[in-house]
C-alpha cells in the first residue's frame, strides 16, 4: 500500500537476513537516513531490491553497496514490487494505483494496467509469468476493502476474484502455480483480524491456513514450495501499520500451527510485504526499524 514514510528521530532501518535451517541472522545493511521497505532478490542471488523514498534501491549483499535503480518514466513507487518470472524485469506499484514494468537493471518504464477503476497493489505473478496478482481498492477509495483481482501481465482488464467480506491483502501464487496465498478477514466477523488462506485461481477452494488469535499478514513460500514465512501483528491491530513489536514467523508448508522460528522484531509495514525468499529457499531477508531506546522510544 501506498508508502513514502520517513523514519522517525532516533530510529534506524535494518537489513536481515535470516537462515531459515538454522535462524541464524545477518545484519546486511544499516541507515538512520533512508526508510527501505519490502525485500526481494534478484535470480542470482546477489543483491536484494528494496523501495524507499518512492525510488527502488538495489542492495549488493557482496560489498553491501546501496544504489538506486535508474528507472525513468516511474511515478513514486510503494513497497509492492516483484521481480518477472524472465529474470530480467520487475513489476512495480506506484502511487498513482497503476503497475509498472521496468528492466532489472533499470531503463524506462511501462505502465501495464488500465484505468479500470481500480487502485492496483502488485503481490505475485504466475509461475509461466502470464498472470498478474494485485489486490484492488475501488476507486481508490480506502474505507472499501481489499479484493483479489488477476490481470494479464502484458496488459487487460482484471478479473475479480471473490474471497468473501472483509479486506484481503498480500496476493501471491505459489511456485507451482495451482495457489494463491493471501490474508483475508473472510473468516471472521472482528474488523481487522486478518487471517491466512490460499484459493485457487479460479476461484473456488477458499481455505483457511491457520486459525489464530493474532493478526496474520503476507504469507510468503519459499521457491521450492517446503516453507513459508509470515507477519504476525499483535490481536486487534487494524491493517499493517508500522512501529509495532511484531514477530516474522516461519513454518513448515506441511504444518503452518508449529512454528519452526520466529522473530521479534519492531516493524511491520516495510517488514515483509513481498515475498524475500532467496532463490535459492535458504534463507530470506526481511527489514526491521528499531528506535533508539536512550532517547525513551522503542
Known amino acids: 500500500m501506498p508508502g513514502g514514510r520517513r523514519l522517525q528521530q532516533g530510529q534506524r532501518c535494518e537489513v536481515w537476513l535470516a537462515d531459515a535451517a538454522t535462524g541464524e541472522r545477518e545484519l546486511v545493511h544499516a541507515t538512520d537516513g533512508l526508510l527501505l521497505e519490502a525485500p526481494h532478490w534478484t535470480p542470482d542471488g546477489c543483491r536484494l531490491v528494496l523501495n524507499g523514498d518512492g525510488r527502488l534501491w538495489t542492495l549488493d549483499l557482496a560489498d553491501r553497496r ?82 483479489l483481482l488477476t490481470l494479464p501481465a502484458t496488459g487487460g482488464p482484471p478479473t475479480v476474484i471473490d474471497t468473501g467480506t472483509g479486506h484481503c491483502d498480500g496476493s501471491e501464487f505459489s511456485p507451482d502455480g495451482e495457489w494463491i496465498y493471501l490474508n483475508t478477514e473472510a473468516f471472521t466477523t472482528a474488523h481487522g483480524h486478518a487471517q491466512l488462506a490460499r484459493i485457487r485461481p ?89 528506535q533508539d531506546i536512550t532517547s525513551g522510544q522503542r
Open 202 to 290: 479460479d476461484g473456488t477452494g477458499l481455505e483457511r491456513l491457520l486459525a489464530s488469535e493474532s493478526v496474520d499478514w503476507f504469507p510468503h513460500l519459499s521457491p521450492d514450495g517446503r516453507m513459508a514465512s509470515y507477519l504476525r501483528f499483535p490481536t486487534g491491530t487494524l491493517g499493517h501499520p508500522a512501529d509495532l513489536d511484531v514477530e516474522l514467523v516461519v513454518v513448515s508448508t506441511r504444518d503452518w500451527t508449529t512454528p519452526v522460528h520466529t522473530f521479534a522484531l519492531f516493524g511491520g509495514q516495510g517488514t515483509l510485504n513481498v515475498n524475500s525468499w532467496a532463490p535459492t529457499s535458504d534463507r530470506f531477508a526481511y527489514v526491521a526499524y528499531p
Open 66 to 147: 546501496l544504489e538506486p535503480l535508474p528507472a525513468t518514466g516511474l511515478p513514486p513507487v510503494n513497497n509492492d514490487h516483484v521481480l518477472a518470472t524472465d529474470g530480467r524485469h520487475l513489476h512495480a506499484s506506484a502511487d498513482d494505483g497503476h503497475v509498472y514494468r521496468i528492466g532489472l537493471h533499470g531503463g524506462p518504464a511501462s505502465r501495464i494496467t488500465l484505468d479500470d477503476g481500480w487502485s492496483h497493489f502488485l503481490h505475485g505473478v504466475s509461475p509461466d509469468g502470464s498472470t498478474l496478482a494485485c489486490v484492488g481498492i475501488e476507486a481508490g477509495d480506502f474505507s472499501r476493502p481489499g479484493r
